[in-house]
């Protein structure tokens, strides 16, 4: 399991606990897992990709100037496609059964890998992500972008917090959910989970 918001002050310590819960003996709903975080150096720089100007995120309250540098997820992709995963699975005792996590800005970058690069995860866990980068245009080009390449039986769950906090986020998720249930080789799961907030709804 691959977390993009891998750091100690990120996700890495209350999803290892939740994995590793899940995973003792008398529990046994989870697979044993290697947990592999990758902590943060610039996530607004990795986790998008290239565009054109940022006039749109204005529109989401926030200022251009919050984005100093962005646009080079392709750069953070090749780094999991070429050096982590073959490090991993070289190094731990490891299958090719993976699963990537990532929540807002990390939820973009799961989708960019999935329409991409489809085959480096078997299972998508998508919760809030920030489909708004770019205008939505990975939601417009979704179709023309996706590549089944699938192992088989992908697996994607996606997850959206109270729509009332941010109803764009939340119609924006749903989309994604609806283009990927017309592919009949994904197994495709949504949840709303109206009692949470983009910041608590990742747990």
């Given at each position: 399991?691959?977390?993009?918001?891998?750091?100690?002050?990120?996700?890495?310590?209350?999803?290892?606990?939740?994995?590793?819960?899940?995973?003792?003996?008398?529990?046994?709903?989870?697979?044993?897992?290697?947990?592999?975080?990758?902590?943060?150096?610039?996530?607004?720089?990795?986790?998008?990709?290239?565009?054109?100007?940022?006039?749109?995120?204005?529109?989401?309250?926030?200022?251009?100037?919050?984005?100093?540098?962005?646009?080079?997820?392709?750069?953070?992709?090749?780094?999991?496609?070429?050096?982590?995963?073959?490090?991993?699975?070289?190094?731990?005792?490891?299958?090719?059964?993976?699963?990537?996590?990532?929540?807002?800005?990390?939820?973009?970058?799961?989708?960019?890998?999935?329409?991409?690069?489809?085959?480096?995860?078997?299972?998508?866990?998508?919760?809030s992500p920030s489909l708004w980068w770019g205008?939505?245009?990975?939601?417009?080009?979704?179709?023309?972008?996706?590549?089944?390449?699938?192992?088989?039986?992908?697996?994607?769950?996606?997850?959206?917090?109270?729509?009332?906090?941010?109803?764009?986020?939340?119609?924006?998720?749903?989309?994604?959910?609806?283009?990927?249930?017309?592919?009949?080789?994904?197994?495709?799961?949504?949840?709303?989970?109206?009692?949470?907030?983009?910041?608590?709804?990742?747990?």
């Amino acid at each position: 399991m691959y977390i993009p918001d891998g750091g100690i002050e990120e996700d890495f310590i209350h999803i290892t606990g939740i994995v590793r819960f899940n995973t003792q003996p008398w529990i046994a709903r989870f697979p044993k897992s290697i947990v592999v975080g990758i902590e943060n150096v610039n996530r607004r720089r990795d986790f998008t990709f290239q565009v054109a100007n940022l006039d749109f995120v204005e529109k989401m309250g926030f200022s251009k100037e919050n984005f100093p540098s962005y646009g080079e997820s392709a750069n953070y992709i090749a780094f999991f496609e070429k050096e982590l995963l073959p490090y991993i699975e070289k190094k731990y005792k490891a299958n090719t059964n993976r699963t990537i996590i990532g929540e807002s800005l990390a939820g973009l970058l799961c989708t960019e890998i999935l329409l991409e690069k489809t085959s480096l995860f078997n299972t998508y866990i998508i919760i809030s992500p920030s489909l708004w980068w770019g205008d939505a245009i990975l939601l417009k080009q979704a179709d023309s972008l996706f590549k089944m390449q699938l192992n088989p039986h992908t697996k994607v769950f996606i997850a959206a917090p109270n729509k009332k906090e941010d109803l764009s986020m939340y119609n924006q998720a749903r989309a994604l959910y609806k283009l990927l249930k017309k592919h009949p080789r994904l197994i495709t799961h949504f949840d709303y989970l109206p009692d949470e907030l983009h910041s608590t709804v990742m747990h």
